[in-house]
């Protein structure tokens, strides 16, 4: 399994970002895919999931209706669509196989929200 994570950064209150996640060595298609974040100095907690059609998404309370979950299987890629953001969701943010929490396999990608 290669997870690529990419598209963080640092960003203002009420910004957005979009994260990809590239995926090789496995058929993506296959599987539900998922981002999971880790804030500074706590453990890792669930985001999003999807599963392998993408019909069905799941979101944590904490960012429904803020983000989107989404992905593209002609290029093996994950997306979380980042919008509204909240100096709380700063984080290390990463994608990971299957549904729900799952191993970090890449070095995942920063995103920053601060004024």
């Known amino acids: 399994v290669q997870l690529v994570e990419s598209g963080g950064g640092m960003v203002q209150p009420g910004g957005s970002l979009r994260l990809s996640c590239a995926a090789s060595?496995?058929?993506?298609?296959?599987?539900?895919m998922t981002w999971v974040l880790q804030a500074p100095g706590k453990g890792p907690e669930w985001v999003s999931s999807?599963?392998?059609?993408?019909?069905?998404?799941s979101y944590a309370d904490s960012v429904k209706g803020r983000f989107t979950i989404s992905r593209d299987d002609a290029k093996n890629t994950l997306y979380l669509q980042m919008s509204r953001l909240k100096p709380e969701d700063t984080a290390l943010y990463y994608c990971t196989r299957g549904w729900g929490m799952g191993p970090r396999w890449g070095q995942g990608t920063q995103v920053t929200v601060s004024s």
């Open positions: 060595a496995f058929t993506f298609s296959n599987y539900a």
């Open positions: 999807i599963n392998a059609v993408g019909r069905i998404t």
